[in-house]
């Protein structure tokens, strides 16, 4: 079982998409995502599996969460930096999380 510090120990933040494109030579198919995190974390870069509900164009200008805390991770050559976090009704599907009401980048979630 996890633990409340365990929990506290994830910074998720909000952040806006502000660059979105295809992430060539993945195993799997990804996008990645530049997001800009606001002026205490700025802008960092993600890659994330989640061609089956959304393109590119789709995602820009819109809000996500994200851990921004992990280490970066190496996915085709590209520096992933945080971990764009969404429910997975299958395996090969992502339902990104999301405000329902726009807030100011670089909120914490908690």
């Known amino acids: 079982m996890a633990t ?3 929990f506290i120990a994830l910074d998720m933040r909000v952040g806006t998409v502000i660059e979105a494109s ?3 030579g993945a195993r799997k198919p990804a996008i990645k995502l530049c997001i800009d995190f606001g002026e205490t ?3 960092k870069y993600s890659s994330a599996q989640i061609t089956k509900r959304y393109t590119p164009d789709a995602l820009l200008q819109t809000q996500v969460i994200a851990i921004v805390n992990f280490p ?5 050559g590209f520096k992933s ?3 764009v976090i969404g429910g997975m009704p299958t395996e090969d599907d992502v339902v990104l999380l999301r405000p329902d ?3 100011d ?3 914490k979630i908690g």
């Open 101 to 103: 009401a726009h807030v």
């Open 4 to 6: 409340i510090d365990d």
């Open 41 to 43: 974390i700025g802008k």
């Open 72 to 76: 970066p991770r190496r996915i085709a």
């Open 81 to 83: 930096e945080v971990l």
């Open 22 to 24: 295809y992430l060539e």
């Open 105 to 107: 980048n670089g909120v």
